[in-house]
């Protein structure tokens, strides 16, 4: 079975910090990965896709996330909060050779304290 | 990218009557489509899974008489909430997929219509 898990409902960071959202997945294969962010009342946005390329992926915004198979993560981060990364992120996973099979994780809030 | 509208974005109706939304893939035609609903500061619940000229796959628990869902072509899929109650009131998201290298698919996602039953 495949799971999704965002160890943290919410995490709160002062402007110009760094940024650590963390998600871990289970899969018997190495699936694709992806984050989205989701701001009030908006659909999701592709924040960035691992899909066995590269395991270090930058993505949009100046997030990044490294593929950890050894640990089985998904990390996301930033070097330094805006406040306009203020929102909701997915950690979703897609296992390899399934089509169109797509798992969420809970989502973590992001907070950023001026 | 691919994009995905969904209309109307927000609709409020009375108890009792029936609310059709739409979600159309503008840039790319989509086979399958899925639809979501999330509840406020949750997670997306998947609903159905969307095939174009066939019927809707639904996740147990939903009601497929209640939430019906027509693919009628390869950029437009509908999703009907029939005889609204205000438990119905909830966020429907809509997405539509495209698959990439090898046998991997990206998820495009639609702005969401808010749905308020009274």
């Known amino acids: 079975a495949q799971s999704v898990t965002q160890l943290d409902s919410h995490v709160s960071v002062s402007e110009g910090t760094p940024v650590l959202l963390r998600c871990n997945y289970s899969?018997?294969?190495?699936?694709?990965l992806f984050w989205y962010v989701q701001h009030p009342n908006k659909g999701l946005q592709l924040l960035l896709k691992y899909t066995s390329a590269a395991t270090l992926v930058k993505g949009i915004n100046g997030f990044e996330a490294e593929f950890k198979k050894s640990e089985t993560s998904f990390h996301l981060t930033k070097p330094s909060a805006h406040m306009s990364d203020a929102a909701e992120y997915f950690c979703v996973v897609s296992p390899p050779n399934t089509g169109n099979q797509f798992y969420f994780g809970t989502g973590t809030s992001l907070t950023v304290i001026p | 990218g691919a994009v995905v509208s969904q209309h109307p974005s927000w609709v409020i109706c009375k108890s009792g009557t029936s609310v059709k939304i739409e979600c159309r893939s503008l840039?790319?035609?989509?086979?399958?489509m899925f639809w979501y609903r999330q509840f406020p500061k949750q997670s997306l619940m998947l609903m159905a899974t969307?095939?174009?000229?066939?019927?809707?796959?639904?996740e147990q628990g939903v009601e497929k008489d209640k939430f019906l869902i027509n693919h009628a072509s390869l950029t437009l899929s509908t999703l009907t909430v029939t005889s609204a109650h205000p438990e119905d009131s909830s966020f429907y998201i809509c997405?539509?997929?495209?698959?990439?290298?090898?046998?991997?698919?990206?998820?495009?996602f639609g702005p969401g219509t808010r749905l308020t039953v009274t």
């Open positions: 969307s095939n174009e000229g066939s019927k809707a796959t639904y």
């Open positions: 840039d790319f035609q989509a086979t399958t």
């Open positions: 899969s018997s294969y190495s699936p694709s």
């Open positions: 997405s539509a997929t495209i698959p990439t290298s090898g046998r991997t698919y990206e998820q495009y």
